[in-house]
């Protein structure tokens, strides 16, 4: 169950919100219960919750409802992906609801309501965040959200709803450190944003010496857009000075963006640090200032990013391979190789596809033996990078992956794998898949011959859209014949294939 829910959120937290005019008879509901039914396989759950967007406005009081539980509807997972989905509409009035649920003990909701909420406030003027960072917190009774009983109470004569928001001082600092979220977020998006306004600059000092740790890590975010050298003083007192774990990593990383040569000492005094994950991010940070030996170890025994590659914690041993994946540097290739036999296959993955990356033929070696690993995603990318190399052979080797009558996980690598290699000369196997009857196989087929854009699979894609009677697929199939022919099919697909001469 707990897999599933992340499977949703992760991939709508990657989504852009589709705009697409309201789905005939409405349905909302139905339509949230088939993206919260955990017994559907992922795809159907992702077309079912884009459903449930293009309700856009009509679906945000459904939503409301699931989230709160006034609906009556006793669905954790239910509840979860309604807050997800208000995350991607952001609608004011949803605040009042993503608040409590931010604070409840449920955490994959809390979760999912804190990052809605940012997306909610991230989209307020500079002024309204100004005045919910300084005079206060919405949070549970009397407070309401946007427009609802405590803007009301408010307009109608004095600060009582303030006064009763302010009862809440347990949760007034994580309050606003989800409101600094979202003004992080705002200025975050910006390609070219302008330095914070000097009253919101203020509210960031005054987080920096917030008791509340999620407060001061918020505000640690904002430090690169306010002007001036101030910033990275700051910055640097704060780590001598700070004691929470979380605030520290928030801190190295913004060092490591920010860069500032002299201030080398401040972020050093972490690398011996007793949690492993600030140790990572200090010798990154002094990775990212220019200090040699700080990645990759240069005498026996010496603390350096590369050394935690073994690691027992698996976060840290992930976060490192990102590190001496994006280092670019051919002495990571020791170290990956390395990871390439990490007991966690995401592990082993990201480290092949790091290799990958790195582009660098001596790692070949390494990465063949992958092809036989046990776990699907391993063999995918092992076989990308290899082909990303001219190994001859591995495109023949994958198609009579996808061909064999092996397990259905690893048929469907293949097939994703084929999709990603761009080799033309795969989309005959890819289209013999289309007739598999294996759902998740197909989905991936389809997937695969778009992206590969080879005009032979037409005719396959063209009768899986006539005759499948699974929208989902059919609307898979309808893509993938756009991006081969660069128009729609329509309505009239049999018009339409003589005009492009399908078979």
């Keep these: 169950m707990r897999w599933t829910v992340r499977a949703v959120l992760l991939f709508w937290m990657g989504v852009v919100s589709l705009a697409a005019p309201a789905a005939e008879g409405g349905g909302a509901e139905e339509w949230l219960d088939r993206a919260a039914d955990a017994a559907l396989d992922a795809r159907h759950r992702e077309y079912a919750a884009r459903k449930v967007m293009m309700l856009a406005e009509e679906s945000a009081s459904i939503l409301i ?7 009556g509807r006793d669905s954790g997972l239910r509840r979860q992906v309604a807050a997800t989905l208000l995350g991607e509409i952001a609608p004011p009035e949803a605040e009042a609801a993503l608040l409590e649920a931010a604070f409840g003990n449920d955490y994959f909701l809390a979760e999912a309501a804190k990052k809605a909420l940012g997306v909610l406030y991230s989209r307020l003027p500079d002024t309204a965040l100004y005045t919910l960072l300084t ?33 809440q001082a347990g949760f007034r600092g994580r309050f606003k450190a989800l409101v600094m979220a979202g003004l992080a977020r705002k200025y975050g998006n910006d390609p070219a944003p302008a330095p914070l306004p000097e009253p919101l600059a203020w509210c960031v000092w005054d987080g920096l010496l917030d008791v509340e740790p999620a407060l001061r890590a918020a505000s640690v975010a904002l430090l690169p857009f306010i ?12 780590l001598y000075a700070e004691t929470d774990t979380d605030v520290l990593r928030a801190a190295l990383g913004v060092m490591a963006a920010l860069r500032p040569p002299q201030y080398g000492e401040a972020v050093e005094r972490h690398v011996g640090h007793a949690d492993p994950r600030v140790a990572v991010e200090a010798l990154a940070a002094l990775a990212a200032m220019g200090y040699p030996g700080a990645v990759f170890p240069v005498f026996p025994g010496q603390r350096a990013v590369a050394s935690f590659v073994n690691h027992p914690s698996t976060p840290v041993r992930r976060r490192v391979i990102d590190i001496l994946a994006a280092s670019k540097n051919p002495a990571a290739v020791e170290y990956l190789e390395a990871a390439l036999f990490d007991r966690v296959g995401a592990n082993r993955a990201a480290a092949a596809q790091g290799l990958g990356e790195l582009g660098f033929p001596s790692a070949v070696g390494a990465l063949h033996p992958l092809l036989h690993d046990g776990r699907p995603e391993v063999r995918e990318e092992a076989a990308v990078a290899l082909a990303g190399f001219g190994v001859v052979g591995v495109a023949s080797r994958v198609v009579d992956g996808v061909r064999g009558g092996g397990a259905l996980p690893f048929r469907v690598a293949a097939a994703r794998a084929l999709g990603r290699m761009g080799d033309a000369r795969a989309a005959p196997a890819l289209a013999e898949c289309l007739d598999s009857g294996e759902f998740a196989l197909v989905a991936a087929a389809v997937d695969a011959l778009g992206l590969l854009g080879d005009r032979r699979a037409g005719g396959a894609l063209l009768r899986l859209l006539e005759k499948t009677e699974d929208v989902v697929l059919a609307e898979g199939a309808r893509e993938a014949l756009k991006n081969i022919f660069l128009t729609d099919p329509g309505d009239a697909p049999e018009i339409w294939a003589k005009e492009n001469g399908i078979e």
């Design 65 to 71: 409802a699931a989230v709160s539980g006034a609906d």
């Design 135 to 167: 005079r206060g917190a919405r949070e549970f009774s009397g407070a309401g959200g946007a427009g609802g009983a405590g803007d009301a109470a408010a307009g109608a004569g004095g600060d009582d709803w303030l006064a009763l928001s302010l009862r």
């Design 227 to 238: 002007a001036g050298g101030v910033a990275t003083e700051r910055l640097a007192a704060l």
